[in-house]
């Protein structure tokens, strides 16, 4: 039966009086709120609504629709308040993604509120304002005196001149103060009056003029002969199938406005008002699509992606291809037969690097039915990207870590590029790691998920070993191109030959003059951004750190800036120690910017370019240096990890590495995995093409296992090492691991809040199935001007270790411990 027949049959069936709404707010629950009698009729689950909360008006979720206040609600009906405004006619969120929300804010222990709104484009949620106006007691009051002098009078004539007027202008031109003050009494003498008016949205679908041609019936029989240039007008529209926009016909066919507004007058043309898609890529080249023929090995490996697409149901693959083995190909292929099967692709990407390059190869294979997901977009190209699939107009997404909400109807396959990297994990609430994400949302949809990596994480290389995925593996480069060959050098060594520390090791220095002598290009990799890494004084011995997280600060000379990489903050150098006053302050520690500008120094006729957080923090930045690289235009790329990711440049023949050794030496279990990768990765960028590669890595810790895995780039070896080592203590993927961070900047609240929660853990782990520690001061112990108290729960048991955390954090509630500074990541990939 139609729907609209359905809902007539059953007109007086039970309509829905209550909603659960899901709010953005850092609570684990949903709220009931009542449904207005005109609504109910129109209210779907997945739509937006706005809702009165506290003093304030928040966008929520419906959720669930009930038809009565059951007593499980336990809520009295007297206190439940009415929705003020239903948002979306049709439901914005469709069905399974509200699905996938609510899982995700269950598994990661977070509000779905939170979850929902991290998965719509950025923008879309309306904002409330607060009007207030003059009535007619305050117009009687201003005729009764004379002068203005106070804040209530001013405002008052204000209001009389301007009519309504938004709080928050009032509050700009009076003060935020004054202004609350003299309103809050003017509402009490009952001299104005105040109400709340939404902002639907910030960004709004983009209107455009356009011209299209109409048929000969709706000419005018009155139309005056055409003239030359309404001809052209004509043809220009044949030419572009009867439509174009109006500035376009106006440039094309150089014409001026009138004699288009003729031709409309007399019903040749019509001139309408049409929405456009903001394209993300309208600048963009667009590469040629190659007809590769596959090797055998990707034969292979597809021909398994294949049947299990054939069966249509839920299948996991870890790819475990070497750097340059030509995954993205079998990617592509496998989302070309997705798309013939008229289902929809899904492809995660990680941050910014790999997006503009991927982005336009798909856009050269699948055309406009690929949308793009990712944070270098304007809110307008997001929001209409996302419309677009919201509209099924888009069947194959390219995005980052949020595009794994992206709406999508019957996804077939999920593709999860560099599976391994840290990016997919957000570092904010709502914790939630975007791979992770799409593996359950693959299981959900009966979809195929591919997780692709070179250097897998030791969590899903283990669960392919232990058959949750099955296993596909590109061992060889293509065209048998070697791997390059990596070459550890010993800084040790080079200090005692040299007698002193030296940055460039004469190995390095030689590699890089041959290589530029033959033409050919370079990456010098150095994790560390900034030009130095700390500056000391040499008298007392201090160095210079954060007055909010207590972390040293870097130098960055081009702006002449100390600056903090973790909040932020920006002060300038001083010209003497703050503790002692010695003038003999040191820059030490060589960042990113130093390295450019010491190697611009010692090879002059090299043309340089450096990458890192701080060169590409502009649009395209990162775009145009990747493509001077790629044209030859740039002989070397000086950078941070950013440039160990994906790119493929065929040119490069060194890769050389000055130190990873500060990675090494973080207190995380992970140190050795994140170098072993980053190692990996980055030699991965060197001989990809038909000349051999050498990578030259620089470190003081020769026999660390990391190292000496890098150098063979054998990630079987790599793995064993490091998966007894997590067995031993106990670390992921052995035990279900979560951080609880308590944070606040009165140290003694946070630390009293630690003690009640740890207390409340220890009654709650009756069975001893938890390891349970702390608290004790995090990694980084004081930022942004909070102090941090973390404790760290383990468990083999992970439903014991959600248990047990749940019921803690309701236990120590109700012990009045303060839940809003408690933290709670579950899986934490990053114990910093
Ligand atoms: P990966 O993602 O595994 O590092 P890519 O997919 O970037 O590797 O492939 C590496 C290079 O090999 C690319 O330049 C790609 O165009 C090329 N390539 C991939 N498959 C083939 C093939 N079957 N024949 C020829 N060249 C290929
Ligand atoms: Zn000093
Ligand atoms: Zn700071």
Avoid at 538 to 543: H, I, L
Avoid at 571 to 583: A, D, F, I, Q, T
Avoid at 735 to 759: C, E, F, G, T, W
Wanted: aromatic share 8%; hydrophobic share 40%; with cysteine.
């Amino acid at each position: 039966m139609p729907e609209q027949a359905f809902k007539t049959f059953f007109a007086d069936a039970p309509k829905p009086e209550f909603v659960e709404v899901a709010l953005p707010i850092p609570l684990r629950q949903t709220f009931t709120y009542s449904i207005p009698v005109g609504m109910r009729e129109v209210i779907e689950i997945g739509s937006r609504v706005l809702v009165p909360f506290g003093s304030r008006y928040l966008t929520g979720y419906a959720v669930i629709l009930h038809e009565t206040l059951s007593e499980e609600l336990e809520i009295e009906e007297s206190a439940v308040k009415e929705i003020a405004e239903l948002l979306d006619d049709e439901p914005l969120i469709t069905k399974e993604i509200l699905g996938l929300t609510q899982w995700a804010a269950d598994y990661y222990a977070s509000s779905w509120g939170e979850v929902l709104k991290a998965s719509l484009p950025a923008g879309i949620n309306a904002t409330v304002e607060e009007i207030v106006n003059i009535n007619s007691r305050g117009q009687d009051e201003l005729t009764k005196t004379e002068t203005s002098k106070t804040v209530k009078l001013q405002i008052l004539n204000f209001l009389n001149k301007n009519g309504e007027t938004a709080l928050r202008e009032l509050k700009k031109k009076f003060g935020a103060g004054k202004t609350m003050r003299a309103v809050k009494s003017l509402l009490l003498l009952d001299f104005i009056y105040k109400f709340s008016r939404t902002i639907t949205s910030k960004v709004k679908p983009k209107r455009r003029k356009a011209v299209r041609l109409l048929p000969i019936e709706n000419h005018k029989p009155n139309a005056k002969k055409l003239t030359e240039t309404h001809q052209k007008i004509i043809d220009f529209l044949i030419e572009f199938d009867g439509e174009i926009l109006f500035t376009d016909l106006i440039e094309k066919a150089d014409v001026g406005a009138s004699p288009i507004n003729t031709l409309a007058k007399y019903g040749f043309v019509e001139v309408f008002v049409k929405e456009v898609f903001r394209d993300p890529l309208s600048e963009a080249k667009i590469p040629e699509i190659q007809d590769l023929i596959l090797t055998d090995q990707q034969k292979q490996v597809l021909s398994q992606i294949n049947s299990a697409l054939d069966v249509g149901k839920y299948k996991g693959f870890l790819l475990h291809g070497v750097t340059g083995s030509g995954k993205t190909e079998v990617y592509i292929r496998a989302m070309k037969s997705v798309l013939n099967k008229g289902k929809s692709a899904l492809m995660l990407v990680p941050e910014i690097a790999l997006t503009p390059v991927f982005s336009k190869r798909l856009r050269a294979v699948f055309g406009d039915e690929v949308a793009i997901l990712h944070s270098s977009l304007s809110t307008g190209e997001r929001f209409d990207e996302w419309r677009r699939i919201r509209k099924g107009d888009a069947r194959v997404v390219i995005g980052t870590r949020s595009a794994v909400f992206a709406p999508l109807k019957n996804l077939g396959l999920i593709v999860v590029d560099e599976e391994h990297d840290t990016s997919y994990r957000q570092h904010e609430m709502p914790f939630y790691n975007g791979r992770d994400v799409a593996i359950v949302r693959a299981n959900f949809a009966d979809a195929v998920v591919i997780l692709g990596s070179a250097t897998p994480a030791l969590e899903s290389f283990h669960n392919s070993h232990i058959g949750k995925y099955d296993y596909l593996t590109l061992p060889n480069r293509v065209g048998n191109r070697p791997l390059a060959t990596a070459e550890i050098i010993d800084m040790r060594e080079v200090f005692k030959e040299a007698g002193k520390d030296l940055i460039f090791s004469p190995a390095l220095e030689d590699a890089i003059q041959e290589t530029h002598g033959r033409g050919e290009q370079s990456i010098i990799l150095l994790n560390r951004r900034g030009f130095s890494q700390f500056v000391l004084c040499r008298s007392c011995g201090e160095t210079i750190k954060c007055n909010n997280c207590d972390i040293t600060l870097t130098y960055h000379k081009r702006e002449q800036n100390l600056v903090c990489h973790y909040c932020n903050h920006r002060e300038k150098v001083p010209h003497k120690c703050p503790e002692c006053e010695s003038k003999f302050l040191y820059f030490m520690g060589e960042g990113t910017e130093q390295i450019e500008n010491l190697l611009q120094r010692k090879f002059s006729e090299l043309r340089i370019a450096r990458v890192d957080r701080d060169t590409t923090r502009r649009k395209h930045e990162m775009e145009n240096v990747l493509s001077a690289f790629s044209d030859k235009k740039l002989d070397m790329l000086v950078g941070t990890q950013m440039l160990a990711k994906g790119h493929d440049f065929p040119n490069v023949t060194l890769v050389g590495v000055i130190s990873v050794d500060t990675g090494l030496s973080l207190p995380d279990f992970r140190s050795a995995e994140r170098t072993f990768q980053l190692l990996t990765q980055v030699a991965g960028r060197a001989g990809r093409g038909s000349l051999p590669g050498r990578v030259l890595i620089q470190t003081y810790y020769p026999e660390h296992y990391a190292l000496k895995h890098s150098k063979t780039q054998n990630y079987d070896e790599f793995y064993e090492q490091e998966i007894a080592f997590r067995e031993k203590l106990h670390y992921p993927p052995f035990v279900a691991l979560s951080s609880i961070l308590i944070k606040h900047p009165n140290y003694n609240y946070a630390h009293d809040n630690a003690q009640i929660l740890r207390s409340a853990l220890d009654a709650a782990n009756t069975e001893k199935q938890c390891i349970i520690l702390g608290p004790a001061p995090a990694s980084l112990p004081r930022l942004k001007g909070e102090h941090r108290l973390q404790i760290l729960i383990k468990s083999r048991n992970r439903n014991h270790l959600r248990e047990t955390i749940d019921f803690a954090l309701a236990e120590a509630e109700a012990k009045f411990c303060d839940l809003k500074i408690i933290y709670v990541e579950i899986d934490p990939i990053n114990l910093l």
